[in-house]
């Protein structure tokens, strides 16, 4: 039997969360896109972690409405000023550069440099981090501090990239279980230097992916390391077999601060992975809020596009676009907490070991109450709430018709899946319970 939480309560290392840091902490420095080195080199950490197949497709080839861009790649980027000294630097910072930029070397007046900075007026200490993914322009990226700094007169901008036929990089590491149905756990790989929105969601798939390694499991396991949009993109329209099998999905974002949980809801909205995440939420993090599917967002908007319709939600800390340092240079490894990734990653093997054991059972002594005195399954009960664990008998006991999972009742008795989960395991091991088919394979 799965039983991820266990395994996580047992593992050696005092301090997971620390280590998650400190991985995040090595992949921050690299400067990362939707295309280019920056990709591969992380993918290249994380294959010296996982088998992790590393797929290139080819610049310009069609994938759904889109066409994979032209690969981006960055030496160096700086500005001068006419004293020659740098007063911007992409050494210094990646986000310096609006990322995706074309090369430019070019000697223009403050007033024309103006036009290529952006900063942030409100944030006078951050540096924003800008995209010039699908229109070709170029442009520099400063703290406020640093523009108004900046004294009248001629500057040096260089930029030293290529913008040229490549390909798009993605990866994919697939566990296989005894089913081939599968479970899709996706992350975006495409931003620079910013650490929830992005590392987080990264370190926590790469923890679950060795979780799981080290244990038996039912469904077979993709998880994905992709460019946001056109990865997802790039990756539907070649795996269309592959998305024929998908039962269950979580797209992993910001999920390293210390803000609530938030999960956003699949566009089924009622699919098992919705129920199984606000249940785990519901008893392993007070204050966690539950969000409607809208079109907008990270990955699931592809997996949830009307073609595809998978049930794959979204799970977050903080969402989005709602916290100030939100694609910006204060999204550092400051930011990222330790405690908070280590909570996630437990959040995350809660809620794959209800979708690995949501059975349905029958009762087969279903005619009156079943004497558990004799078969020492009454008040021996023991175990730290011995009420609540024979409360969860009595449940499994009368809803197990064959039409309730094990998940529908630990929802209709309020009680924790795990407790529903053991409960049916001492009544099976006492012959008073058989499983009947799985759950999810009556959806399909
Ligand atoms: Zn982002």
């Given at each position: 039997m799965t039983d991820l939480l266990s395994m996580l309560a047992n593992r050696a290392d005092a301090d997971p969360g620390q280590g998650l840091h400190d991985f995040a902490a090595s992949l921050f420095p690299i400067c990362r896109s939707i295309t280019g080195d920056g990709v591969r080199q992380t993918l290249a950490r994380l294959g010296e972690r996982l088998p992790l197949e590393v797929v290139e497709v080819p610049s310009g080839t069609p994938v759904l409405d889109w066409t994979v861009p032209s690969e981006w790649n960055i030496c160096d980027a700086y500005i001068r000023d006419a004293a020659g000294r740098k007063v911007v630097d992409f050494r210094e910072h990646n986000l310096h550069v609006v990322n995706y930029s074309i090369p430019v070397r070019a000697k223009l007046p403050l007033t024309e440099l103006k036009k290529h900075l952006f900063s942030l007026p409100d944030h006078p200490a951050w540096i924003p981090y800008r995209t010039s993914y699908y229109q070709e322009s170029w442009g520099f990226c400063l703290t406020h501090r640093q523009l108004e700094s900046l004294a009248d007169g001629e500057y040096e901008v260089c930029i030293d990239s290529t913008l040229q036929a490549g390909s798009l990089t993605y990866g994919e590491c697939v566990l296989p279980g005894t089913s081939d149905e599968e479970v899709l756990v996706s992350c975006h790989v495409c931003h620079p230097s910013l650490a929830n929105d992005n590392l987080s969601g990264i370190v926590v798939a790469a923890a679950l992916a060795e979780l799981l390694r080290g244990?038996?499991?039912?469904?077979?396991?993709?998880?994905?390391?992709?460019?946001?949009?056109?990865?997802?993109?790039?990756?539907?329209?070649?795996?269309?077999?592959?998305?024929?099998?998908?039962?269950?999905?979580?797209?992993?974002?910001?999920?390293?601060?210390?803000?609530?949980?938030?999960?956003?809801?699949?566009?089924?909205?009622?699919?098992?992975?919705?129920?199984?995440?606000?249940?785990?939420?519901?008893?392993?993090?007070?204050?966690?809020?539950?969000?409607?599917?809208?079109?907008?967002?990270?990955?699931?908007?592809?997996?949830?596009?009307?073609?595809?319709?998978?049930?794959?939600?979204?799970?977050?800390?903080?969402?989005?676009?709602?916290?100030?340092?939100?694609?910006?240079?204060?999204?550092?490894?400051?930011?990222?907490?330790?405690?908070?990734?280590?909570?996630?990653?437990?959040?995350?093997?809660?809620?794959?070991?209800?979708?690995?054991?949501?059975?349905?059972?029958?009762?087969?002594?279903?005619?009156?109450?079943?004497?558990?005195?004799?078969?020492?399954?009454?008040?021996?009960?023991?175990?730290?709430?011995?009420?609540?664990?024979?409360?969860?008998?009595?449940?499994?006991?009368?809803?197990?018709?064959?039409?309730?999972?094990?998940?529908?009742?630990?929802?209709?008795?309020?009680?924790?899946?795990?407790?529903?989960?053991?409960a049916a395991e001492s009544l099976m091991n006492a012959d008073l319970l058989i499983p009947t088919i799985s759950p999810e394979r009556t959806t399909l």
């Open positions: 244990t038996a499991h039912r469904f077979t396991y993709r998880f994905l390391f992709i460019p946001g949009t056109i990865g997802a993109i790039t990756w539907l329209a070649r795996n269309h077999d592959a998305v024929g099998r998908i039962r269950h999905g979580l797209v992993l974002t910001c999920v390293g601060d210390s803000g609530g949980f938030h999960y956003k809801k699949s566009r089924r909205g009622g699919a098992e992975i919705d129920r199984a995440t606000a249940h785990i939420l519901h008893h392993q993090s007070e204050g966690a809020k539950i969000l409607d599917f809208s079109p907008y967002g990270y990955d699931e908007r592809q997996y949830c596009s009307p073609g595809y319709d998978l049930p794959v939600g979204c799970l977050m800390r903080s969402v989005w676009g709602t916290f100030p340092e939100y694609h910006t240079s204060a999204d550092n490894l400051d930011f990222l907490k330790a405690e908070a990734l280590a909570e996630s990653l437990q959040v995350c093997a809660g809620i794959f070991d209800v979708i690995e054991n949501n059975h349905t059972y029958r009762n087969l002594k279903p005619h009156g109450e079943p004497q558990l005195g004799k078969r020492n399954l009454y008040r021996s009960v023991g175990g730290t709430n011995p009420k609540q664990i024979m409360l969860a008998r009595l449940w499994v006991l009368n809803l197990s018709d064959g039409t309730n999972s094990l998940l529908d009742i630990a929802e209709r008795s309020g009680l924790p899946f795990n407790e529903i989960r053991h």
